[in-house]
């Protein structure tokens, strides 16, 4: 059969209502994580064109997701617009998948069956390619469905069972295992024989399996400053916030371009990884259910990993000071520095709390209370949005000099001359224009439809602004929008799904255009 044209999933044809007979046309899905080669996407497809030309189907659009994960939809950008078209009326009466795991590896079976549901409710139906059942609503099928469904759950379980015990082996020899070094640090990449290959700068990963990452020194600058740090602390009782004010006074930022805090301070003398010591699993996110906080029992530690920063005495004073900081304090006077803080802000957070001089750290209330939540409930505070606002928020914050420093790295190597402002995050690009970077939450409204606000900061007067727009879980980013500050009249934008061609104009799937911006061309002759 000679093989038909495939439409792009990215621009839909929708013909809700046409009255045209979508009986023999279909949509493949394919997704990869990272799991087996036989599940590369050209492996599925080549499957699915197998099966679909036995069956006379004729496939009009292909929707591919590599490298994604199965467990939830975060992330799975064709997923969510597969499901968004089939929502809206599609060109397609089928979804041709090549076994139920690429559908997903949800924890719960019944996810995996509602999003079929809501397929079949579109009058799509959804057909596994590579498994031994015809998806026809018989009772056998339905039931090897389920089965399949939850053994595809359980893969994920045992597949995570075992990368835990694999970096947990990996820590305790000492190979880093992800993350920003932090000051003071950075982060060498080793070959299997632990030779050094190189300085992985920020937003660079290893890319061969048997390499291996570990912290070593940094600049002897951010050496002395650390050490600096811990001598005010330890040997003249210098408090955290007097520390960040000096070294703000003396022109000293953090790794991340930002003055130092009360709260950036703290980390630095509490993280163990100043001593040398490689700590792992201090928070979990497994299966991507729930964000757990370890107590330090449950972390896993290889000792003297690193070369020391500090010896090991002198980070033993400094968290002995800060212990006994808050043990002299009885669960009584911790809720009410907290109350009296909540009365004087009139709201709190992790953040507010590290920053406030003289209050034990929010690390102290999550470990008396069990969590802060608990502790802000004690004092009779409820945060008035959903709390997973404020993480999502940290979290970007601190994505933010990694996206920066990958839009430097693409000008830089498509030839381009770029100089960022320390204090800004301002790019200056061959001295022709400048460019400044935003990460744009995504939010939901009521009904559940996505909105996404970009803020332009009109202080900057940045020619360019690069507006990332997050996925659906405030994971990865979904898009790039390039706004020219001579088109903008407005200094917030709110932005839906699609916003007419005076916004949308300016979206791009990747950043390619703007590199090309920053490109040089070579002469070969001048007239």
Request: charged content about 25%; aromatic content about 8%; glycine content about 8%.
């Amino acid at each position: 059969m000679e093989r038909q044209p495939v439409k792009v999933d990215s621009e839909p044809s929708l013909i809700a209502g046409t009255g045209d007979d979508r009986s023999t046309l279909a949509a493949a899905y394919v997704r990869m994580s990272t799991d087996q080669q036989r599940y590369s996407t050209e492996n599925q497809l080549a499957t699915i064109r197998t099966f679909a030309e036995a069956r006379n189907i004729r496939i009009v659009r292909i929707y591919e997701d590599a490298g994604k994960s199965g467990l939830s939809l975060n992330g799975r950008e064709a997923f969510q617009r597969l499901l968004s078209h089939v929502e809206q009326g599609a060109d397609f009466g089928m979804i041709l998948v090549y076994d139920v795991s690429r559908w997903g590896r949800f924890q719960n079976a019944d996810h995996a069956a509602h999003l079929e549901f809501l397929c079949y409710r579109a009058n799509i139906i959804v057909l596994y390619c590579a498994e031994q059942f015809h998806n026809d609503g018989s009772i056998g099928a339905n039931l090897l469905k389920t089965v399949k469904r939850v053994m595809a759950g359980e893969y994920s379980r045992e597949l995570s069972v075992r990368v835990f015990a694999g970096q947990s082996r990996l820590v305790e020899k000492g190979f880093w295992q992800g993350g920003l070094a932090g000051y003071g640090l950075r982060r060498l990449l080793i070959d299997e024989n632990r030779e050094p290959k190189g300085e992985l700068l920020a937003g660079e990963r290893k890319n061969l399996q048997t390499d291996r990452v570990i912290l070593v020194p940094g600049p002897p600058d951010e050496v002395e400053t650390v050490r600096q740090i811990y001598r005010l602390f330890v040997e003249q009782g210098t408090d955290e916030s007097e520390i960040a004010a000096r070294l703000n006074r003396t022109g000293y930022v953090t790794d991340l371009g930002r003055p130092w805090t009360r709260g950036t301070v703290h980390q630095v003398l509490t993280n163990p990884k100043y001593v040398g010591d490689n700590v792992f699993n201090r928070v979990s996110f497994k299966l991507k259910m729930r964000r757990v906080v370890n107590p330090p029992d449950h972390w896993v530690q290889g000792r003297g990993a690193f070369a020391a920063l500090v010896d090991l005495p002198t980070f033993e004073r400094a968290a002995k000071i800060i212990d006994d900081r808050s043990r002299k304090l009885s669960d009584a006077e911790l809720l009410e520095l907290l109350r009296t803080l909540l009365q004087a802000q009139g709201s709190i957070s992790s953040l507010i709390i590290d920053e406030q001089k003289g209050m034990p750290s929010s690390s102290t209330y999550r470990s008396r209370f069990g969590s802060l939540l608990r502790a802000y409930k004690l004092v009779g505070y409820s945060p008035r949005r959903d709390y997973r606002y404020f993480q999502i928020n940290r979290r970007l914050r601190a994505l933010h000099p990694d996206v920066v420093a990958v839009v430097v790295q693409g000008l830089r190597r498509a030839g381009g001359q770029v100089r960022v402002e320390a204090a800004t995050g301002l790019l200056h690009v061959n001295d022709e224009f400048t460019a400044a970077v935003v990460i744009s939450r995504r939010r939901e409204t009521p009904a559940g439809a996505p909105r996404w606000r970009i803020r332009l900061d009109t202080g900057l007067a940045a020619d360019i602004t690069v507006a990332v727009r997050m996925d659906c879980g405030n994971v990865a980013p979904l898009d790039y929008y390039l706004l020219p500050r001579l088109d903008m009249t407005k200094s917030n934008l709110r932005l839906a799904e699609s916003n007419g061609l005076s916004l949308d104009g300016y979206r791009f799937e990747s950043l390619d255009f703007l590199y090309a911006l920053a490109a040089r061309t070579k002469l070969e002759e001048v007239a």
